[in-house]
């Protein structure tokens, strides 16, 4: 069985859908990926409802490791193989094509932006980035699904939230566990915005140093951007992070849709 075979399989009974293969650039050039789309989605943001471009997308999985047979259908392999894959999203709005693409690359919190925890900054963040990239009217956001917690899974983070309630900040309690206290790598993002902008300069939503060092091989940075604030509930966390080198201003109360508005 051959996954992108079977992915142009299923794409031929729909119609008017692309399958991109993407490859890794420098260090991570051995690795493929692969990018389905796109769907336009009616989205809420602000008080309006804009169309934005949807897609799916993700490593090209080896085989064997998912313990994948050949023979099926193109239906059961997909199945099959979308039961062992973790696949993300990403999200585009080209309203103004011309403007400076703002793009935000959001590792997955379940707790934070399905639910609304405030033991982060995860979901305004979320919220902020789209916010950005509809006042803008061009943009994207590459939503990392395998990132839940920093790269340890919902498991790993519950654990690690219960480290926390005990003393330990968000990065020793994931090194406590025995993970890594970040092990999130940004290769399928930095694929796809190759792919998309081609190296058009952006403005990129962060204030994670080693996230602007991965992504910079596949475009350039013109301008990093905070993505968001901070209240009462997550300063420990915030602050933890601007201990890690993140770029944080614990005091910064801009509010970062109108401040970009402004500047497009």
């Given at each position: 069985?051959?996954?992108?075979?079977?992915?142009?399989?299923?794409?031929?009974?729909?119609?008017?859908?692309?399958?991109?293969?993407?490859?890794?650039?420098?260090?991570?050039?051995?690795?493929?990926?692969?990018l389905?789309?796109?769907?336009?989605?009616?989205?809420?943001?602000?008080?309006?409802?804009?169309?934005?471009?949807?897609?799916?997308g993700?490593?090209?999985?080896?085989?064997?490791?998912?313990?994948?047979?050949?023979?099926?259908?193109?239906?059961?392999?997909?199945?099959?193989?979308?039961?062992s894959?973790?696949?993300?999203?990403?999200?585009?709005?080209?309203?103004?094509?011309?403007?400076?693409?703002?793009?935000?690359?959001?590792?997955?919190?379940?707790?934070?932006?399905?639910?609304?925890?405030?033991?982060?900054?995860?979901?305004?963040?979320?919220?902020?980035?789209?916010?950005?990239?509809?006042?803008?009217?061009?943009?994207?956001?590459?939503?990392?699904?395998?990132?839940?917690?920093?790269?340890?899974?919902?498991?790993?983070?519950?654990?690690?939230?219960?480290?926390?309630?005990?003393?330990?900040?968000?990065?020793?309690?994931?090194?406590?566990l025995?993970?890594?206290?970040?092990?999130?790598?940004?290769?399928?993002?930095?694929?796809?915005?190759?792919?998309?902008?081609?190296?058009?300069?952006?403005?990129?939503?962060?204030?994670?140093?080693?996230?602007?060092?991965?992504?910079?091989?596949?475009?350039?940075?013109?301008?990093?951007?905070?993505?968001?604030?901070?209240?009462?509930?997550?300063?420990g966390?915030?602050?933890?992070?601007?201990?890690?080198?993140?770029?944080?201003?614990?005091?910064?109360?801009?509010?970062?849709?109108?401040?970009?508005?402004?500047?497009?």
């Amino acid at each position: 069985m051959d996954f992108l075979a079977s992915v142009r399989q299923m794409l031929a009974h729909v119609g008017d859908m692309e399958l991109h293969e993407l490859t890794g650039l420098h260090d991570d050039a051995a690795s493929r990926y692969f990018l389905v789309g796109s769907v336009e989605l009616p989205v809420r943001v602000d008080g309006q409802t804009v169309e934005l471009d949807w897609y799916v997308g993700g490593s090209v999985p080896d085989l064997g490791k998912v313990g994948a047979t050949a023979g099926g259908s193109g239906y059961e392999d997909l199945l099959l193989l979308s039961e062992s894959l973790t696949m993300s999203s990403v999200v585009r709005c080209s309203r103004a094509p011309d403007a400076v693409p703002v793009v935000r690359v959001h590792s997955c919190c379940f707790t934070g932006d399905v639910v609304g925890s405030q033991r982060c900054d995860c979901g305004d963040q979320l919220r902020n980035a789209l916010q950005a990239i509809v006042a803008r009217g061009n943009g994207c956001l590459v939503y990392e699904a395998s990132h839940e917690g920093r790269g340890i899974g919902l498991l790993g983070k519950l654990l690690a939230y219960r480290a926390q309630s005990q003393g330990l900040d968000t990065y020793t309690a994931n090194v406590k566990l025995g993970f890594p206290a970040d092990r999130r790598r940004f290769g399928f993002a930095r694929a796809v915005l190759h792919h998309l902008y081609l190296g058009t300069p952006v403005d990129l939503l962060t204030n994670n140093p080693d996230k602007v060092h991965q992504l910079a091989s596949a475009l350039p940075v013109t301008r990093r951007v905070a993505p968001g604030r901070g209240g009462s509930n997550n300063i420990g966390y915030l602050r933890a992070k601007k201990d890690y080198g993140h770029m944080i201003d614990l005091d910064d109360a801009d509010d970062l849709a109108d401040h970009l508005a402004a500047d497009a």
